[in-house]
């Protein structure tokens, strides 16, 4: 976007005790700085080229705090504020933008070695902030996680949310630990050889908090999500709107150091543009990259299955790097847990487990039941590091009525049995925040709104959601703080018992993954699945040219027999989920087998198991 159009918003220190000021406030007719501490002032600011307003103030220096005071009237926070210490009502502050980073040899991980633990910085420890992270960090480096993902951290009101009531896009929440509490995590991250994943929200803005209308149309009335109205990425004055949110995007990839952009629900930034926000902020981040001679990546989550979003700008794609495959999700919960409500009705049947681990999608524009229509299309061409899987997430567990993790869902073994799932696919896997360990903490929905009648629509919304569920008079108040605490996680469980066991079983499957060659190469080409539909056994085969793994998923609650056809050598049991190492109920199958033709198999009910073979074993 040209100069003459787009320029850099919010506050900027330039040095000593000089700062800039620029927002962009087309339905603003006068507009001036109000400056609150140390000295309160009231300085006017210019108006130029299409409603943005300007100033240099001197005598402001980092610390200082102002608001912008709209036609003589409001005083009204700065929507790209970089630091809201007092909240969402309150001042915005000037920040020194330096900071002793030691990542200087820093250039990223591809794509293809990104394991993700996604976690939520106020409930994955007892002190809920940034610093408080940092400890953690050793033991999931150990564990093999290569990615933290942050769920968002913009400031929201309050000191407790999920991240997506977030109203101040540039500022990082106070109670997390602020700016610099952020870079003190993303600096230890690399010191450990971690990548950092931001979760950013671009399809919609809080309620509480948001003044965004009083500047300008930064949302449209034309479109709305479930959250409230949408953004405006395609109407009139949307040049700006694009430009505030790719600004954001590079702030936190620059001045943040963040390695990759977990984008939250693309589905709703609806753009019916020629050229779309999407494929926009894909050109303006790979020019970031290059620039800063660094791997950097935007992640959508979509619940669309549309392969655009991931296929390359030459092919008529938008140029993003991976996304996350709800299919494959679903189609795994309800395989371990038979829900079929919603969504879920959706799935059930092996042969959709079958094809997300071919395609990458269940739904390539086939007829959905759930959405009265054909849904999705085909990712069958794009590379398996281009997706990112789960048996948990924030979404998944948070979204239930209760906030029940698989722990409390399904037995030990078919935990085991999902995480075999996810860790040993050809994509990259993402672990959610406890699920390591068995967590048994719920993540429930929390909130800590200051308005009242805002408190009451949420929690009458919730109420009205599951008013189906007969539990719904035990439904967790989301603005009761308990409710917050009762998801904090508890890492003393690793120590203890079966708990230990899962967070050595998930190290081990890691340590399969990286080591194994047929595993650690990403590769749909290199795959072969199918299934025992009768038996209710998922297989896959996964090779290299330096060996053959051959791994088997039994969704039965019984043991099945299945007839393999094995190539001839020596097959090594790898895996087997059922042992009693790790708290399963045993073993009987054989350390070696030997391969040359059809064998047969008794899998235990919930059981992963993996055979290997190195190459020239025959």
Same mark, same amino acid.
């Given at each position: 976007?040209?100069?003459?159009?787009?320029?850099?918003?919010?506050?900027?220190?330039?040095?000593?005790?000089?700062?800039?000021?620029?927002?962009?406030?087309?339905?603003?007719?006068?507009?001036?700085? @109000?400056?609150?501490?140390?000295?309160?002032?009231?300085?006017?600011?210019?108006?130029?080229?299409?409603?943005?307003?300007?100033?240099?103030?001197?005598?402001?220096?980092?610390? *200082?705090?102002?608001?912008?005071?709209?036609?003589?009237?409001?005083?009204?926070?700065?929507?790209?504020?970089?630091?809201?210490?007092?909240?969402? @009502?309150?001042?915005?502050?000037?920040?020194?933008?330096?900071?002793?980073?030691?990542?200087?040899?820093? &250039?990223?991980?591809?794509?293809?070695?990104?394991?993700?633990?996604?976690? @939520? +910085?106020?409930?994955?420890?007892?002190?809920?902030?940034?610093?408080?992270?940092?400890? %953690?960090?050793?033991?999931?480096?150990?564990?093999?996680?290569?990615?933290?993902?942050?769920?968002?951290?913009?400031?929201?009101?309050?000191?407790?949310?999920?991240?997506?009531?977030?109203?101040?896009?540039?500022?990082?929440?106070?109670? !997390?630990?602020?700016?610099?509490?952020? $870079?003190?995590?993303?600096?230890? *991250?690399?010191?450990?050889?971690?990548?950092?994943?931001?979760?950013?929200?671009?399809?919609?803005?809080?309620?509480?908090?948001?003044?965004?209308?009083?500047?300008?149309?930064?949302?449209?009335?034309?479109?709305?999500?479930?959250?409230?109205?949408?953004?405006?990425?395609?109407?009139?004055?949307?040049?700006?709107?694009?430009?505030?949110?790719?600004?954001?995007?590079? !702030?936190?990839?620059?001045?943040?150091?963040?390695?990759?952009?977990?984008?939250?629900?693309?589905?709703?930034?609806?753009?019916?543009?020629?050229?779309?926000?999407?494929? /926009?902020?894909?050109?303006?981040?790979?020019?970031?990259?290059?620039?800063?001679?660094?791997?950097?990546?935007?992640?959508?989550?979509?619940? =669309?299955?549309?392969?655009?979003?991931?296929?390359?700008?030459?092919?008529?794609?938008?140029?993003?790097?991976?996304?996350?495959?709800?299919?494959?999700?679903?189609?795994?919960?309800? #395989?371990?847990?038979?829900?079929?409500?919603?969504?879920?009705?959706?799935?059930?049947?092996?042969?959709?487990?079958?094809?997300?681990?071919?395609?990458?999608?269940?739904?390539?524009? /086939?007829?959905?039941?759930?959405?009265?229509?054909? @849904?999705?299309?085909?990712?069958?061409?794009?590379?398996?590091?281009? &997706?990112? +899987?789960?048996?948990?997430?924030?979404?998944?567990?948070?979204?239930?009525?209760?906030?029940?993790?698989?722990?409390?869902?399904?037995?030990? /073994?078919?935990? $085991?049995? =999902?995480?075999?799932?996810?860790?040993?696919?050809?994509?990259?896997?993402?672990?959610?925040?406890?699920?390591?360990?068995?967590?048994?903490?719920?993540?429930?929905?929390?909130?800590?709104?200051?308005?009242?009648?805002?408190?009451?629509?949420?929690?009458?919304?919730?109420?009205?959601?599951?008013?189906?569920?007969?539990?719904?008079?035990?439904?967790?108040?989301?603005?009761?703080?308990?409710? &917050?605490?009762? *998801?904090?996680?508890?890492?003393?469980?690793?120590?203890?018992?079966?708990?230990?066991?899962?967070?050595?079983?998930? $190290?081990?499957?890691?340590?399969?993954?990286?080591?194994?060659?047929?595993?650690?190469?990403?590769?749909?080409?290199?795959?072969?699945?199918?299934?025992?539909?009768?038996?209710?056994?998922?297989? #896959?085969?996964?090779?290299?040219?330096?060996?053959?793994?051959?791994?088997?998923?039994?969704?039965?609650?019984?043991?099945?027999?299945?007839?393999?056809?094995?190539?001839?050598?020596?097959?090594?049991?790898?895996?087997?989920?059922?042992?009693?190492?790790?708290?399963?109920?045993?073993?009987?199958?054989?350390? +070696?087998?030997?391969?040359?033709?059809?064998?047969?198999?008794?899998?235990?009910?919930?059981?992963?198991?993996?055979?290997? %073979?190195?190459?020239?074993?025959?």
């Amino acid at each position: 976007m040209s100069s003459s159009i787009a320029r850099a918003v919010g506050s900027t220190w330039l040095g000593e005790d000089r700062t800039r000021f620029v927002v962009w406030a087309p339905q603003v007719s006068e507009l001036a700085l @109000h400056l609150v501490s140390p000295a309160e002032r009231l300085l006017p600011m210019a108006r130029v080229a299409q409603g943005y307003y300007e100033t240099s103030a001197e005598g402001v220096r980092p610390g *200082c705090r102002y608001f912008y005071r709209l036609d003589r009237t409001a005083d009204r926070p700065d929507p790209a504020s970089r630091f809201q210490p007092e909240g969402v @009502h309150g001042p915005s502050e000037v920040l020194d933008p330096r900071f002793p980073w030691e990542d200087h040899g820093w &250039f990223g991980l591809p794509l293809s070695r990104y394991v993700i633990y996604e976690l @939520h +910085v106020g409930t994955f420890t007892a002190g809920g902030t940034f610093d408080a992270v940092i400890p %953690r960090l050793d033991a999931l480096a150990d564990l093999g996680v290569t990615a933290i993902e942050l769920m968002p951290v913009a400031q929201f009101p309050g000191e407790r949310n999920w991240g997506y009531d977030g109203v101040y896009p540039f500022a990082v929440q106070n109670s !997390y630990g602020g700016p610099q509490g952020l $870079k003190r995590l993303v600096n230890e *991250c690399h010191r450990r050889g971690l990548a950092v994943v931001l979760d950013v929200v671009y399809n919609h803005l809080g309620p509480e908090g948001n003044y965004t209308a009083d500047f300008g149309p930064y949302s449209t009335a034309r479109y709305h999500t479930p959250w409230g109205r949408a953004m405006n990425f395609d109407g009139p004055d949307s040049d700006h709107v694009r430009s505030f949110f790719i600004q954001n995007a590079l !702030y936190w990839t620059g001045e943040f150091h963040i390695d990759a952009l977990r984008l939250d629900a693309v589905h709703a930034i609806l753009d019916h543009s020629p050229r779309p926000f999407l494929e /926009e902020l894909a050109g303006a981040i790979k020019e970031q990259a290059e620039r800063l001679n660094r791997r950097i990546y935007l992640i959508p989550e979509s619940a =669309a299955n549309d392969a655009r979003l991931i296929r390359a700008r030459e092919l008529g794609g938008y140029g993003l790097d991976a996304q996350w495959s709800d299919d494959f999700h679903h189609a795994l919960h309800v #395989l371990l847990t038979g829900e079929r409500t919603g969504y879920y009705q959706d799935y059930g049947e092996l042969r959709h487990l079958v094809k997300a681990y071919r395609e990458g999608f269940a739904y390539a524009g /086939e007829y959905s039941a759930f959405r009265r229509r054909r @849904h999705g299309s085909s990712a069958r061409d794009l590379p398996a590091e281009r &997706f990112v +899987v789960c048996a948990q997430n924030h979404d998944q567990i948070g979204n239930r009525m209760m906030g029940e993790r698989l722990t409390r869902l399904v037995s030990y /073994e078919a935990l $085991k049995l =999902a995480a075999a799932a996810v860790i040993l696919s050809p994509f990259i896997p993402l672990l959610f925040m406890g699920e390591e360990h068995a967590e048994t903490a719920p993540f429930q929905y929390f909130i800590s709104h200051g308005d009242p009648q805002l408190v009451e629509a949420v929690r009458r919304g919730r109420r009205d959601e599951f008013a189906h569920d007969g539990r719904a008079a035990d439904m967790p108040d989301p603005q009761d703080e308990a409710t &917050f605490y009762r *998801c904090k996680i508890n890492h003393r469980l690793r120590a203890e018992g079966r708990h230990r066991a899962m967070f050595e079983f998930y $190290k081990e499957l890691l340590r399969l993954r990286r080591e194994l060659p047929a595993l650690s190469k990403l590769s749909k080409e290199n795959l072969e699945c199918g299934a025992f539909e009768r038996e209710r056994v998922v297989w #896959l085969r996964r090779w290299s040219a330096a060996d053959d793994a051959y791994l088997l998923l039994n969704f039965n609650a019984a043991p099945s027999g299945v007839k393999l056809f094995l190539a001839a050598g020596a097959w090594r049991k790898e895996l087997d989920s059922g042992e009693t190492r790790w708290e399963g109920p045993g073993s009987a199958l054989p350390g +070696v087998l030997t391969g040359g033709g059809e064998i047969e198999i008794s899998v235990p009910a919930h059981t992963a198991i993996l055979l290997y %073979r190195p190459s020239g074993n025959c």
